[in-house]
């Protein structure tokens, strides 16, 4: 047998037997000649993939030719594992593994090559230490004419998705995953299992079809025997490409014991549906929480701008938005900079903070980039954040490399021109993605805009949502655009973000697709297409009956159409448009399952605004009314009050009726030592949705603006006592429950005989989540007093990264005060200015 093998290296030509016996899969035809190796694949008997060189150089070695083959070995794989999301949640691993040994001179190299049903993959492994890697031979050769789906390479993978010709295509480089039809079989490239022991790459057409991999850093730093990552290769149909997991096949196991904790679903995502003021409102943030809580969505994504505080340790909303969410059954996840997490030391002073407010998910952005260094980062953060339970969002991120499988609370990776770009979303690139990006792994691409002007239908986006899959499915539309859309609402308050099973059902990247995702025993369908309309076909998807409801465009808007049937559907759909449906054995009259949402109530509290002082009182009343259609049990009502303030006993009730009430009055105590500013004081009503139920929460509040006394001899100067977007006035970090917010302007003020002015200004905090802090930018002003048309005090310019700025004047004699706010010279957009316990003394 070895004598076999000998003679067959030295004939230069090894033919691996497909991974199964009989199974139509893929081939890799090995060769040597003259000392240099190359690799082919071969599909149902034709080559489709040229003989592409292999082969590695590092500082100390040449192992890219003069190779001489040195035996090889083969060994049978099959693995079973379960990942939390994905494509379908068992897998099952078949291949073949064989290992082509070979020396150059003393040094020797192993070509690892891995062939499944589903496509081809090799690795380098160097046994001995040569030094960094300095480069690779690894080329794909396409032949010329093969239709081509490609990507210009950008360091965050946001680039649309082209049809081109593998032979015509410029010369470039372009992005993992690259998807070729070669006569009608499909290969896409990409790689596998990167870490930090490498670098990632990409692909460079070097002419006529030949796609070089280049890495992303000149020299790789080795010590001792390497492993590089899997040059991978899925080949077959579309269905194969689409369907695969090879990507996650080649990685390493899942080093999480314990995944019970990680939870895909649909998020509510803010950013596209407020922008980033949103981000900083806690009353906005918490109508999202509810929207999310009525839908049984589980997530709120609040996105950046909420920290940018230099004080948002002690002043962020966020750990009251957990305590809200969570007692509506919702998880809040944070937008992270990628520069606040970047090194050890910063991601144990950062993240323990969130952690212990409960958030329970991070959308990390930023990285950019597929270096050695950032590939340590990942090696890194990935085992501190699974310790720590957080699901994790890399957003200007590399692709999943197969992190779903080594990292299942990787929930999803951006890596996709998606719906945050304002150009280049045309219809063929929406219809491309699921047969290459997406094909790699998780892609929150953040369908559901439906607010927003698009090259897509109503229908077309609707079905992006099971078109594209994400562990967590951010949806990016604001809730009046679901409730101007019942049909999209009803069918995204069914869809899960986690599959069974997935098929592809029809279709051609740029042109339309159909796919089909089963979560337990129902089907979600979504279909799409580019250009003109016309039908698609929605087939059976087993024998038998079949109960079908499809949301398609119509005349006037989305449709919802409902039959049984045991044959195909023919599906009118509009230009640039699509559908979805929900596909079960009829059994019931609909495939609609219980949400388990939060029931709808209302809470009705008065006043609405207190003006109160260190310990004084105030009367608060409130009336809660189940709006549902089902009755509430165990119900306690009564105000949440701030640590050290008092209120009366609470309402109780132990069942409330659809349509009944259960009201309060209570006498509020303010304590003796209050924050300052504007404080909400909710009137809260705690009850079980469902007889046995977890307690869930429903509240209203009476704002309270808390100030305190001053001195005899001393008044507050007339203010509004507000910022400019009507919160608590904070500059540096710095309170107050008195003063003047403004934008660049004059209040002018008639006074009596006072000797002096006092203040602290600065730029209103509020404006710090807009702006880069890092680079100094923000609102900018100047802060002068007049006196009867003299300046008595100017300021210098005060910055929204500087501290808070005390103000004392002399106006002895002034009879009429100006207090000036000027602009500091770059345009007045963000200067939101503070005069705090702006105060005479007279």
């Known amino acids: 047998m070895r004598a076999a093998v000998a003679a067959a290296l030295v004939a230069g030509m090894i033919v691996v037997p497909p991974a199964q016996a009989g199974a139509p899969g893929p081939q890799a035809v090995v060769s040597t000649s003259g000392g240099s190796v190359t690799l082919a694949v071969k599909h149902g008997g034709k080559t489709v993939v040229q003989p592409s060189p292999v082969g590695i150089t590092t500082e100390r070695a040449d192992l890219s030719r003069g190779l001489t083959p040195a035996g090889k070995s083969r060994r049978m794989i099959f693995e079973r594992y379960r990942t939390s999301s994905g494509k379908k949640l068992d897998r099952t691993v078949r291949a073949i593994e064989t290992t082509y040994r070979f020396k150059s001179g003393e040094n020797s190299l192993n070509l690892v090559v891995r062939e499944s049903p589903d496509g081809v993959a090799y690795r380098y492994e160097l046994p001995q230490d040569t030094g960094a890697v300095t480069g690779e031979a690894s080329a794909f050769v396409l032949p010329a004419d093969a239709t081509a789906w490609l990507a210009k390479f950008r360091r965050d993978y946001e680039n649309p998705f082209l049809q081109l010709t593998a032979g015509t295509a410029e010369l470039a480089e372009y992005m993992h995953p690259a998807l070729f039809d070669v006569g009608g079989t499909h290969v896409l490239i990409t790689e596998s299992d990167v870490d930090g022991r490498y670098s990632g790459g990409r692909l460079v057409h070097t002419g006529g079809g030949r796609f070089q991999i280049k890495l992303w850093d000149e020299q790789v730093a080795v010590t001792g025997a390497l492993k590089t990552p899997w040059r991978t290769m899925i080949v077959g149909?579309?269905?194969?490409?689409?369907?695969?997991?090879?990507?996650d096949d080649l990685a390493p196991p899942s080093k999480i014991r314990d995944t019970s904790w990680i939870k895909p679903g649909p998020a509510v995502w803010t950013w596209l549906a407020g922008g980033r003021s949103t981000q900083q409102d806690l009353a906005k943030q918490k109508e999202f929480v509810d929207y999310a809580a009525a839908r049984g969505w589980p997530y709120v994504v609040v996105d950046a701008g909420w920290y940018d505080d230099p004080n948002w340790r002690q002043t962020s909303f966020i750990p009251e938005l957990v305590r809200y969410a969570k007692a509506r059954r919702v998880g809040i996840h944070t937008w992270v900079r990628f520069s606040s997490v970047d090194t050890a030391a910063k991601r144990a002073d950062y993240l323990p903070w969130l952690q212990k407010w409960g958030v329970q998910g991070l959308k990390i952005d930023f990285m950019d980039s597929d270096g050695q260094e950032r590939y340590r980062w990942y090696d890194e953060i990935l085992p501190e954040t699974a310790r720590m339970h957080f699901l994790i969002n890399f957003h200007g991120a590399t692709l999943p490399h197969g992190v779903h499988r080594t990292w299942p609370h990787v929930m999803t990776t951006e890596a996709v021109h998606g719906a945050e770009k304002s150009s280049g979303l045309t219809t063929s690139h929406l219809t491309a993605l699921p047969f290459t990006r997406n094909v790699v792994g998780g892609m929150d691409y953040t369908p559901g805009g439906f607010h927003r002007t698009r090259a897509n239908t109503d229908g077309g986006e609707l079905a992006l949502t099971v078109l594209y899959e994400s562990g967590i499915q951010n949806l990016a539309g604001r809730p009046d655009s679901y409730d101007a859309r019942p049909p999209a609402r009803w069918f995204l308050e069914q869809a899960p973000a986690a599959w069974d099973e997935t098929r592809l059902l029809s279709g051609r990247p740029t042109e339309s697709v159909v796919m089909a995702r089963r979560s337990d025993d129902r089907w979600f369908v979504g279909g799409a297409i580019a250009g003109e309309a016309r039908t698609l076909d929605l087939p059976a998807l087993g024998k038998g009956r079949w109960l079908v409801e499809v949301v398609r465009d119509g005349a006037a808007g989305l449709v919802r159409e409902t039959q049984v049937t045991d044959q195909k559907l023919t599906i009118p759909v509009a230009k640039d448009g699509g559908f979805v449906a929900l596909v079960c054995r009829p059994v019931r009259d609909t495939c609609a399952r219980p949400t388990y949402g939060i029931p709808s109530t209302t809470v009705v509290t008065t006043p609405e605004l207190v003006s109160v002082q260190p310990g004084q009182t105030f009367e608060m009343s409130s009336t809660f009314t189940n709006t549902s259609a089902q009755p509430l049990y165990d119900v306690t009502f009564a105000p949440r009050v701030?640590?050290?303030?008092?209120?009366?006993?609470?309402?109780?009730a132990f069942r409330v009726a659809p349509g009944e009430s259960l009201s309060g009055r209570?006498?509020?105590?303010v304590g003796a030592h209050p924050v300052v500013g504007l404080t909400d004081v909710p009137a809260v009503a705690q009850f079980q949705p469902y007889r046995f139920s977890s307690s869930v929460e429903a509240e209203k509040a009476t704002r309270t603006h808390v100030w305190k006394p001053l001195p005899a001899g001393q008044s507050y100067v007339a203010g509004n006592d507000r910022s400019v977007e009507g919160r608590t006035l904070t500059t540096g970090g710095v309170r107050f429950g008195k003063g003047i917010g403004t934008t660049p302007a004059d209040k002018s003020f008639e006074i009596g005989a006072c000797t002096r002015f006092d203040a602290t200004a600065g730029v209103d905090d509020e404006v710090d989540g807009r702006v880069d802090r890092a680079a100094g930018v923000g609102g900018s002003v100047t802060f002068a007093i007049v006196g009867d048309g003299r300046v008595l005090h100017e300021s210098p310019l005060r910055r929204s990264v500087d501290p808070?700025?005390?103000?004392?004047?002399?106006v002895t004699g002034v009879k009429s005060?100006?207090?000036r706010v000027t602009d500091g010279g770059d345009g007045a957009a963000l200067d939101?200015?503070?005069w705090g316990d702006a105060r005479l003394i007279c």
């Open 666 to 669: 209570w006498t509020v105590k």
């Open 832 to 834: 939101h200015a503070v």
């Open 817 to 819: 005060l100006t207090l």
């Open 804 to 810: 808070a700025l005390p103000i004392s004047v002399d």
């Open 237 to 247: 149909s579309l269905a194969t490409v689409t369907e695969s997991t090879l990507a």
């Open 642 to 652: 701030p640590s050290g303030w008092s209120a009366s006993p609470a309402a109780r």
